[in-house]
């Protein structure tokens, strides 16, 4: 099937200017000057993108798309994400993970869950393991799953710096990150190792003493969560500073002074001066959001959602906070390199078809994911399996 997307300003994240797309099944096949394009013979759906900005479908590094939580027993367990949710964000590539609850929840059902979100359209990997370390895993290994499932690209999201997490010894952090690595050179994957990060004093200093005693360069790892205080953040800033990326996490407005937005953490790296490029940004959506009393009990409770995900690169397109080339690499382009996510993150010839059409306010006119509408006309028309959407 082929679609030609007219007239159209496209961000590839770079400012091309306006150009005619045409898609050809779940591809790319050609980004050429209005006009240019001539199919005879063939049938063609046109979309007309005058007035609309193209950029590459954002990608979400953090997802419980199986639904995390639990940490309040077991009604408190969140429930899976819908293909819907992630098309009425523009989210067309996810990374899912479980959380604390490595128990009732199991790296295959992440990894079917997976399957069934690619099933219903969008395009979705995973990480092996979940909070604890020794971590849980498909076929024994991190580095057997990361050689042989196809899905799994990396460990994660292992907690440091927490209560909740299995207060790992820097051995035990520096074997998992070593299971990545090798995993990662094996399987042909970047075999990132996505540390969660708590509010505990020792923050990153695992990841500084690595780089300081080992070989493993700091690309091998990212920590996630790290404009949850101001201590933390710091660290972050030092860590890009020494060549790592970080990862921020989109929600609801920050709880108190000692958490930055993911607003305020990007003016501040680029007042710093610190690249971008080693920047992403995920939602964390599905997980719970615990929140806990100064003795560390839970207190309440609410699930994470990537419209908040959605509303921060809007804040920050409106509002010019980053540049239109540099918002697009924070929410889609790094994330595609860093893991290496092969045809992704680009609008390029050859490259998969997510694509986003927004207009001057950042509002979805289209989602396209591997060529496929999700959203079209600003209405949603992807279904899950199971979908109640109307
Ligand atoms: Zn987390």
Request: aromatic content about 6%; some cysteine; charged content about 20%.
């Amino acid at each position: 099937m082929f679609q030609l997307i007219s007239q159209a300003r496209i961000f590839s994240p770079k400012d091309t200017g306006v150009k005619d797309i045409l898609i050809a099944d779940e591809k790319i096949a050609a980004v050429e000057e209005p006009g240019k394009i001539k199919i005879e013979g063939l049938e063609v759906k046109k979309i007309d993108g005058s007035g609309l900005v193209v950029l590459p479908g954002f990608i979400d590094p953090h997802v419980h798309i199986l639904g995390g939580g639990g940490e309040g027993g077991p009604a408190t367990r969140a429930p899976e994400i819908r293909v819907e949710d992630c098309a009425l964000a523009g989210v067309t590539t996810v990374i899912g993970c479980l959380g604390t609850d490595s128990i009732t929840r199991h790296v295959s059902s992440l990894l079917a869950k997976a399957r069934a979100l690619e099933i219903e359209g969008l395009n979705a990997w995973i990480y092996a393991g979940a909070y604890n370390l020794p971590t849980p895993t498909i076929t024994g290994s991190v580095r057997s799953d990361l050689v042989l499932i196809d899905k799994i690209i990396g460990a994660g999201e292992i907690a440091l710096s927490d209560h909740r997490s299995s207060q790992p010894t820097y051995e035990e952090f520096l074997q998992l990150v070593a299971e990545c690595r090798v995993g990662g050179m094996l399987g042909g994957k970047a075999g990132i190792a996505h540390f969660h990060l708590g509010d505990g004093n020792r923050g990153l200093d695992y990841l500084f003493r690595m780089i300081k005693e080992t070989e493993i360069p700091a690309t091998q790892v990212i920590p996630t969560h790290t404009s949850r205080n101001r201590t933390l953040f710091k660290q972050a800033m030092e860590w890009i500073k020494l060549g790592g990326f970080i990862d921020l996490t989109t929600g609801p407005e920050p709880q108190g002074a000692e958490e930055l937005s993911v607003v305020e953490a990007l003016n501040q790296i680029k007042a710093a001066n610190l690249p971008l490029s080693r920047v992403t940004v995920s939602s964390d959506s599905n997980g719970s959001l615990p929140v806990f009393n100064e003795k560390g009990e839970l207190i309440g409770l609410t699930v994470a959602n990537q419209r908040d995900f959605l509303r921060t690169f809007q804040q920050i397109w409106r509002e010019h906070i980053l540049s239109r080339q540099e918002a697009i690499q924070v929410f889609s382009t790094n994330a595609a390199g860093f893991y290496k996510l092969s045809g992704k993150g680009k609008v390029e010839t050859g490259f998969e078809a997510d694509l986003l059409l927004i207009n001057e306010a950042a509002e979805l006119q289209y989602v396209f994911s591997r060529g496929k509408a999700l959203i079209e006309k600003g209405q949603l028309k992807v279904k899950g399996t199971f979908s109640t959407i109307q």
